[in-house]
């Protein structure tokens, strides 16, 4: 690689034919849509597609450096929007992130494994996970699925205190009367011995404590 290859570049809107990012770079980077960040990402998935323009080639890296700072610059002052993270150069050899770009990389990962989630993400999730009907079979899988296993004692306890205090409907007490009474209880069958039985007896004798389970 020589010293003079690098260049300064611009990102166009497909749809718009806006800029919306500034950046340097050398060989085919100007072209690559891998290593961008998620506003780059967002905005090139709505907009179906980018074009490259280069504003100024055969440059050191430091000239492709100032170039793309006073582009960005020179955007910020004519109100042109952009989805560059910093003001330019954060490219440079044994550049230095400072700490605010760093924070703002955490920001942009917020909900990701290992951070915190936001309350609009938390907003999503809990709908995901109640405001979706289970089928049938789902519900039946899942019964299958959690047959002899015991919960610890800690999670017992926690299932208790997020229960205090919820006041039931007459629907859900009649259904738990008739559970508990055996009117509804679920007929499952031992994959071991084909036998019948209700929930409680059937785990107790029968599925992994079954006598003619093969091992």
Known sequence: MTALSFYAYEHIRQDTGAVFYVGKGSGPRANL?????????????????????????NLDEELAHLVETERINQCKRLNIPLC???????GMSGYVIPEEIKNKISASLSGRAGTPLSDKAKNLLRVAKTGVP???ETKQKLRLANLGKKASA???????????GKKRSDEFRKKLGDARRGKSQPKLQCPHCSKIGGNSNMV????????????
């Open 33 to 57: 849509s891998t290593g961008r960040n998620q506003y780059w990402k967002r905005i090139v998935s709505k907009a179906k597609a980018f074009s490259v323009r280069i504003i100024a080639s």
């Open 84 to 90: 560059n993270l910093t003001d330019g150069g954060e």
């Open 134 to 136: 289970k089928s049938e």
């Open 154 to 164: 800690e999670a017992r306890k926690k299932m208790s205190l997020a229960h205090k």
């Open 204 to 215: 107790r004798w029968h599925f992994s404590n079954c006598k003619q389970k093969v091992i």
